[in-house]
């Protein structure tokens, strides 16, 4: 049997009177690459907010391995292995693409000692694997600062990957991407399947066709469907709840 690697029971969140969250249930198992989809606010930022700690449920759970993590702050939820990528990158633009690879897989905390002492075999050959992983292998030597918008989103990964966490969780990772940029992020993403467990929210159908193998729609705040892209696609709830917001377009 696959182990389940996150597990939300019935969790919501109330602001107010108004459950923006309410009830949501749904397991992702070890290297699954699971795609949350809804009209704009469905609640799917808000559902990341509350298993990365951003925001306190009040109520349900939030199990990373069984193990309940449920309200924990911010920071450790992240020691516990819930990576989260925002939009916003987060790279040390004065350094290269190794050296911030590099600082993200060292346990040694002092980044300057690191930079100065070098870091060890180990590290190394993990960081020519995520580099390889993530398409950025001829760019390694640039500055973080010269790279495009893509090539920083794929450090992003890069770097989250590094830290070897249990869960990612990816909001909209395509975001200002070109054509070209989304079919790369996707080609990473599925490079990434069955090695790493990801949960990313993406409006764009294309790139979730591409990439999803299993998909859950939310609708106010509540599971709508659960199924595989097709079984999505064909649903009438679903078709019903998008109409009028993003429209969920039959592939051509
Ligand atoms: N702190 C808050 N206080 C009150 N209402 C909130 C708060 N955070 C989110 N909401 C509301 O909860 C609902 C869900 O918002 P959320 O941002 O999670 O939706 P979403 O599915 O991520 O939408 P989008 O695709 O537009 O980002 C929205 O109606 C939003 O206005």
């Given at each position: 049997m696959t182990a389940i690697a996150l597990e939300l029971k019935n969790l919501g969140v109330r602001f107010g009177g108004f459950?923006?969250?309410?009830?949501v249930s749904l397991q992702v198992t070890e290297g699954e690459l699971r795609v949350l989809l809804g009209a704009n606010g469905a609640g799917k930022t808000t559902l990341m907010d509350l298993i990365s700690g951003k925001t306190r449920s009040t109520q349900g759970q939030v199990l990373l391995r069984g193990k309940d993590i449920t309200n924990w702050p911010e920071y450790r939820v992240a020691r516990a292995g819930i990576g989260r990528k925002f939009q916003i990158p987060s790279v040390f633009r004065e350094l290269t693409v190794r050296q911030n690879l590099c600082v993200a897989a060292?346990?040694?905390?002092?980044i300057l000692r690191n930079l100065r002492w070098g870091f060890g075999r180990a590290e190394q050959s993990g960081v020519d694997e995520i580099l390889a992983l993530v398409g950025l292998q001829d760019l390694q030597?640039?500055?973080?600062?010269?790279?495009?918008h893509g090539q920083t989103q794929w450090l992003e990964l890069g770097l989250l990957t590094a830290q070897k966490p249990q869960v990612i969780l990816l909001d909209e990772p395509t975001a200002g991407m070109t054509q070209a940029e989304t079919r790369k992020t996707a080609q990473i993403l599925m490079a990434l399947r069955g090695r790493q467990t990801i949960l990313v929210v993406e409006h764009d159908m294309a790139f979730v066709r591409d990439i999803a193998e299993r998909i859950t729609v939310l609708h106010l705040g509540k599971v709508l469907a659960e199924g595989s892209v097709a079984e999505i696609e064909r649903d009438p709830k679903v078709r019903q709840a998008y109409l009028g917001s993003h429209g969920i377009a039959a592939p051509c």
């Amino acid at each position: 049997m696959t182990a389940i690697a996150l597990e939300l029971k019935n969790l919501g969140v109330r602001f107010g009177g108004f459950r923006a969250v309410d009830g949501v249930s749904l397991q992702v198992t070890e290297g699954e690459l699971r795609v949350l989809l809804g009209a704009n606010g469905a609640g799917k930022t808000t559902l990341m907010d509350l298993i990365s700690g951003k925001t306190r449920s009040t109520q349900g759970q939030v199990l990373l391995r069984g193990k309940d993590i449920t309200n924990w702050p911010e920071y450790r939820v992240a020691r516990a292995g819930i990576g989260r990528k925002f939009q916003i990158p987060s790279v040390f633009r004065e350094l290269t693409v190794r050296q911030n690879l590099c600082v993200a897989a060292t346990r040694e905390p002092s980044i300057l000692r690191n930079l100065r002492w070098g870091f060890g075999r180990a590290e190394q050959s993990g960081v020519d694997e995520i580099l390889a992983l993530v398409g950025l292998q001829d760019l390694q030597h640039r500055q973080a600062a010269d790279l495009s918008h893509g090539q920083t989103q794929w450090l992003e990964l890069g770097l989250l990957t590094a830290q070897k966490p249990q869960v990612i969780l990816l909001d909209e990772p395509t975001a200002g991407m070109t054509q070209a940029e989304t079919r790369k992020t996707a080609q990473i993403l599925m490079a990434l399947r069955g090695r790493q467990t990801i949960l990313v929210v993406e409006h764009d159908m294309a790139f979730v066709r591409d990439i999803a193998e299993r998909i859950t729609v939310l609708h106010l705040g509540k599971v709508l469907a659960e199924g595989s892209v097709a079984e999505i696609e064909r649903d009438p709830k679903v078709r019903q709840a998008y109409l009028g917001s993003h429209g969920i377009a039959a592939p051509c």
